[in-house]
């Protein structure tokens, strides 16, 4: 589930058609909460085919969504762990994800500076990422992710601008084709 219907999920479309052993069914458009709403009712119902059919089972559910003016964002969260559903939220937005593939980004920034940035690192850049110009330097968009996260977990600010569970994401992704 993603917040977005194009960014997200292009990007997330384009990632599924990468690998061969990894089947991503994509739904977007709505808010955090209501991402992890339809998530749980989503896998319920693929739960209850199941007993008929293992194949029905998903293996992981994730929701893709940004920090925004969500309100209800801490009860997605909540709901997301209670119910085994990954969050992959990026603070200020999902073209953080975008960025990283191209520099480090420490400090605080508005979501404006983010789609600037990747559009001179991109010159087309207009919500439609060019996926095959970021694949090649995914590494390095992995590590910075991960800096940042090791980075606030160490001093208590989980989830603080700059910040993507991204590449939690698309690292399942990826481990399906070992």
Known sequence: ????????????????????????????????????????????????????????????VWCVCDVDEHPRLPDARQQARDNRIGMAVSNPCFELWALLHFQDQNAH????????????????????LPCETLEPLYPEAVRRAYQLDSRHNANGTEGVNPSTGVYRLMQEIRSQQA
């Open 1 to 60: 589930m993603c917040e977005g219907t194009v960014t997200e999920r292009e990007y997330l479309d384009y990632t599924g058609s990468q690998f061969r052993n990894v089947i991503l069914e994509i739904s977007s458009g709505g808010d955090p909460k209501a991402l992890v709403e339809r998530a749980v009712d989503m896998k319920k119902r693929a739960e209850t085919r199941a007993k008929s059919d293992a194949n029905e089972r998903y293996e992981q």
């Open 109 to 128: 920034i508005e979501r404006s500076k983010v789609r600037a940035l990747c559009k001179r690192h991109v010159r087309d850049y207009d919500k439609r």
